[in-house]
């Protein structure tokens, strides 16, 4: 696979970051160097959101990969410790998780990360897809009944090394369970205060509100992102007439955004990017129209692809909280400084006119996962 020019660009304009070896697609890590300067390590974000009632910081942090990037590579453990440890002394208070990822495995990695500080942050796990709760071993379809959450509740407490989980999501809305059953076992498990707030990823709109009636909803978490943009059909106002905050998984549009993919790009076995028809040779060169215009973004607010695309986002709406994901320090303080981005009314409109303007080509997910998405839970 590929290392490409456009990578090595991102990481030359990070603010006294380490210079890395530009290998993202195949999830190689280098370590920083220890040459930073002192601006760098000292930048902090400051700034916080609030979803539903609960408050995090303007951007979290996705773990997903950090037990097996893109499934093809294996990250260092030690490294991936330091990395949330740095999130968490630049502001980063928002961590996110699930026991599908690993399985299990990233959990664990994000409990021995955060364990010196847990009391000041917040952890978001979830659950849903079936995973056997002892091994880990994946099976098929989804799992949602009342009985197996609060199982599942256990292990990721245990694993997590915590006695709560500050936000609990539905991962995917499973069709042979009724929401109110499931909001029923959430609440039972806020009850006994495992559970602080919950969520639902990627459900269907009519299952959202019937979700908020039995049990109000702190969160909601799809993908969103310049690349991808159909929260804005109906979910996002949904969540603005509920008070629910929203949470853009790939909001870098799966290291698109960044200028890391290019025509040229060729991806991994077992890296679904490789089978996204947004990704095909002939999408591709279409789509990336709206990585020139991030670039000539950047260049004008003298920040980063990343950032940009990142802080675009957050001027959608003050209760947009993504969470990008990274296995690369680098990477990270490339993200968290995405709140310095400012956009003024006007630059906004244009911006967004801009992004408009591109009609992405392709399809988000492969058919077979894409079916999980938008699906409505049975009546009880």
């Not at 999408?283 to 607010?301: F, M, S, T």
């Not at 993504?322 to 296995?327: N, Q």
Request: aromatic residues 6%.
């Amino acid at each position: 696979m590929n290392t490409l020019p456009t990578n090595a660009q991102r990481r030359s304009l990070l603010k006294g970051a380490a210079t890395l070896a530009a290998l993202p697609l195949t999830g190689a890590l280098a370590a920083p160097t220890a040459n930073a300067s002192p601006a760098a390590a000292a930048q902090k974000m400051d700034g916080r959101r609030t979803l539903g009632t609960l408050q995090v910081s303007s951007i979290g942090l996705g773990v997903q990969n950090m037990s097996r990037t893109y499934q093809t590579t294996i990250p260092s453990r030690t490294e991936m410790h330091r990395i949330i440890r740095a999130a968490f002394d630049r502001g980063v208070t928002f961590y996110d998780a699930a026991e599908a990822y690993g399985p299990h495995e990233v959990e664990r990695i994000l409990g021995e990360g955060v364990a010196s500080f847990r009391n000041e942050v917040v952890i978001a796990t979830k659950f849903g897809w079936n995973i056997d709760l002892e091994t880990g071993a994946r099976g098929p379809g989804l799992i949602s009944r009342p009985a197996h959450i609060k199982r599942a509740v256990e292990g990721m407490l245990t694993r997590l090394r915590t006695d709560r989980i500050d936000l609990l999501y539905q991962h995917r809305v499973d069709p042979q369970v009724s929401i109110e059953d499931v909001a029923g076992a959430i609440q039972d498990l806020m009850s006994e205060g495992k559970v602080l707030h919950w969520g639902l990823c990627e459900m269907g709109l009519k299952t959202l509100r019937r979700a908020h009636a039995a049990l109000p909803v702190t969160a909601v978490q799809s993908e969103y992102s310049m690349l991808w943009r159909g929260p804005e059909q109906e979910v996002l106002a949904a969540c603005a007439e509920l008070g629910i905050g929203f949470v853009p998984w790939s909001p870098l549009g799966v290291g698109f955004l960044t200028g890391a993919i290019d025509a040229r790009t060729r991806f991994a076995e077992g890296d679904i990017r490789g089978i996204e028809t947004r990704f095909t040779p002939q999408n591709i060169e279409h789509n990336l129209a709206l990585v020139r215009l991030l670039r000539d973004w950047a260049a004008r607010k003298q920040a980063t692809p990343a950032r940009i695309a990142l802080a675009w986002l957050m001027a959608q709406q003050p209760w947009i909280v993504p969470i990008p994901g990274t296995t690369q320090m680098a990477h990270l303080l490339d993200n968290v400084g995405a709140g310095e981005v400012v956009f003024s009314a006007g630059e906004l409109r244009e911006l967004n006119a801009a992004v408009a303007a591109v009609a992405v080509q392709g399809e988000r997910l492969p058919p077979a996962v894409q079916a999980y998405s938008g699906v409505e839970a049975p009546l009880r």
